[in-house]
């Protein structure tokens, strides 16, 4: 079956503007996760949904950082002010459900250049 | 917090090789371990994984065992082929900072590049 599917591949934008990345998760996932991989680490988590609702938002940086999921499948991260700090690759995964031991199921990564 | 470290890359081995990659992890309380890799042009995806003290996760050759005595999750591979050239990442899942149960987030090291040559 269809993975987890990320959009865009590339994103390359100035300082100061909006971006939104969307994620695709495999279908009759209910946890979704967003995740950043800056060059040469390795992912740092952002925030998950169990469903429609937040979980756990305690990675989001800052403020300008948002993410949603209004019909517990697809959700879009959205960045505002972008700033040359936010270049990374930004990645989604997906699991079942959110419960231990879980496989998150991770998609090909969005990556955003900040110029 | 919690945390995971890794040994330091890359990694070079040829064709048949024992392969070793190093992780510990500081942790309140007793997380899931995890290997995830990343093989080139391609999206993480999980390698093995242990739930608790003892256990020894297995997948395509690659061995972990989860060792809460020196809180580590060494990977070990036996022989190692070309195809294993990728990046691998160790994790921790299920507890918070505090030692409570947390679900859902994966904390990761920073990665080992491994290159094999024929």
């Known amino acids: 079956g269809a993975g987890v599917s990320q959009t865009p591949s590339n994103k390359v934008t100035e300082k100061g503007k909006y971006v939104e990345l969307r994620c695709d998760p495999i279908?009759?996932?209910?946890?979704l996760y967003w995740y950043r991989q800056s060059l040469g680490q390795g992912p740092e988590f952002l925030i998950y949904f169990q469903g429609t609702g937040a979980a756990d938002d305690s990675g989001l940086p800052n403020d300008r950082f948002f993410a949603v999921r209004p019909e517990g499948s697809v959700s879009t991260l959205k960045i505002q002010r972008t700033e040359r700090g936010d270049s990374a690759v930004y990645l989604c995964?997906?699991?079942?459900?959110?419960?231990?031991?879980?496989?998150?199921?991770f998609g090909p990564g969005t990556r955003l250049t900040v110029l | 917090g919690n945390s995971v470290t890794q040994m330091e890359g890359p990694v070079t081995l040829s064709e048949e090789a024992f392969l070793t990659i190093n992780c510990t992890y500081t942790a309140t309380g007793y997380p899931s371990l995890f290997w995830y890799v990343q093989y080139p042009g391609e999206g993480l995806q999980l390698l093995l994984k242990a739930t608790k003290a003892d256990d020894k996760g297995s997948n395509k050759g690659f061995e972990a065992t989860y060792r809460k005595e020196t809180t580590s999750f060494h990977l070990e591979k036996g022989s190692v082929q070309v195809s294993d050239s990728a990046v691998y990442f160790c994790a921790l899942q299920g507890v918070d900072d505090a030692g409570g149960t947390s679900y859902g987030k994966l904390t990761f090291g920073q990665g080992t590049i491994l290159t094999v040559h024929p």
């Open positions: 995964a997906s699991s079942l459900f959110s419960g231990l031991p879980d496989t998150q199921y």
């Open positions: 279908s009759g996932h209910t946890a």
